[in-house]
């Protein structure tokens, strides 16, 4: 039995159950919607946030020891990429961080590009900041979602930054060597900032390699920042904090000057400590995560291919997020939610909230023990035959 078969009870004061009548008007479903997993925060990251809460002065404290060094180590091991622990900060957490990063780097009024389907806070947030999103469609094909690199080229043209989330969310896309380039290429050439949002990377499955945006971009007047965190790998997401990677000089003095002179990123013992925690103890929970992660995956597939074929499943190599492609079941995305949530019993993340191309799309998550997703296919067969009589 793996440590990951235990079912954890969790309660309402977790946003997963807490939520269920305000996100699907019952708490007569099975929760899963949100990005956390239903599995045990590795005990190594506990014991040392249980050594932090417990000095007895909680005052003002330095970095913590090594985090900077904890994290080289890690990219170096698990990408094989030397980052200098110049080229890092602090920072509280990735979408804060994204919205720090429009504050001080675009103007009111400026364009600001996302591609679509895409993870829902970054349009709020850019319409929020008085920015203007646009959006570049992916092309779905074959379960993967792919780049239309014409439309792309065009709308960079008038556009300050570019949000990449690199694994896609909801598509959990591994956007390959040539992807990466190019993004890279046509970014540079117009002048626009990336904003890398990374936070899946380290939930790459076996069979697919994650690149680190910062490793193709060897032009030292290419402007990229990558973001990272340890909150959905180690499923630390209560505690938040994350880490920024900047190569360019220029750009590094300037944002990360923006965040010391304002006192956005201050010191933070507890997660830093995390962190630490994360990269230098939790190797091998890491490992055995992804391998049950796999599993997972392919079981969902195995099960929506055989018991479903109006639904398919996009999926690119990386999280715990599969997006469902239900369009041939040819509902409207509110018939669509009340399938999934009043015949199949079931709280999926309707994929309309990601924006054009998510339409007939649910975001499903597999990030629990495997009896739960046993259960979930078992409702979702069931409430599928008895509505398309098979």
Same mark, same amino acid.
């Given at each position: ?20 009548? +305000? ?6 479903? !099975? ?29 003002? /404290?330095?970095?913590?020891? %090594? ?56 349009? /709020?947030?850019?319409?929020?900041? &008085?920015?203007?999103?646009? %959006? ?44 990466? +380039? ?22 790459? !499955? ?77 190797? +091998? ?21 055989? /018991? ?26 509110? /018939? ?30 597999? &990030?629990?023990?495997?009896?739960? !997703? ?7 067969? +069931? ?8």
């Amino acid at each position: 039995m793996s440590l990951f078969d235990c079912v954890v009870a969790r309660d309402a004061s977790c946003r997963k159950y807490g939520q269920l009548q +305000e996100m699907f008007g019952t708490e007569d479903v !099975l929760p899963l919607w949100i990005a956390d997993m239903d599995f045990r925060t590795p005990e190594p990251i506990i014991n040392t946030l249980h050594s932090v809460v417990t000095q007895p002065v909680q005052g003002y /404290n330095l970095e913590h020891p %090594q985090w900077k060094k904890s994290v080289t180590e890690w990219y170096k091991k698990r990408y094989g990429f030397d980052v200098q622990e110049g080229w890092l900060h602090f920072v509280p957490g990735v979408i804060r961080t994204i919205v720090l990063s429009l504050m001080s780097l675009t103007k009111p009024g400026d364009n600001i590009l996302t591609c679509t389907p895409i993870y829902d806070p970054y349009p /709020n947030f850019i319409k929020t900041s &008085g920015r203007k999103l646009i %959006q570049t469609g992916l092309i779905e094909k074959g379960g993967c979602y792919y780049f239309d690199w014409s439309d792309f080229k065009e709308k960079l043209k008038t556009c300050k930054m570019f949000l990449f989330s690199s694994p896609h969310n909801p598509g959990g896309m591994v956007w390959d060597r040539e992807t990466i +380039e190019k993004v890279n290429r046509y970014c540079h050439r117009a002048g626009v900032i990336v904003v890398s949002d990374e936070v899946h990377c380290d939930l790459t !499955l076996p069979g697919k390699q994650h690149i680190p945006f910062f490793t193709v971009n060897e032009m030292l007047d290419s402007q990229s920042i990558v973001l990272t965190s340890i909150s959905k790998t180690f499923n630390t997401p209560a505690i938040q904090g994350g880490v920024v990677i900047i190569k360019n000089n220029d750009l590094r003095n300037k944002f990360y000057g923006f965040l010391d002179n304002c006192y956005l990123a201050e010191t933070n013992s507890l997660q830093q400590a995390a962190i630490y925690s994360a990269y230098t103890n939790c190797d +091998e929970w890491h490992q055995r995560l992804l391998t049950y992660l796999s599993d997972n995956v392919e079981y969902v597939k195995k099960e929506i291919e055989t /018991n479903c074929p109006l639904i398919s499943v996009v999926y690119g190599g990386a999280s715990y997020l599969l997006f469902l492609n239900a369009e041939k079941m040819k509902l409207s995305d509110e /018939n669509l939610n009340s399938f999934f949530v009043h015949e199949a019993k079931l709280g999926l993340s309707p994929g309309i909230q990601y924006g054009p191309g998510g339409e007939g799309h649910m975001r499903l998550n597999v &990030g629990c023990p495997r009896s739960v !997703l046993v259960e979930s296919m078992r409702r979702l067969k +069931e409430a599928y035959k008895n509505r398309n009589n098979v």
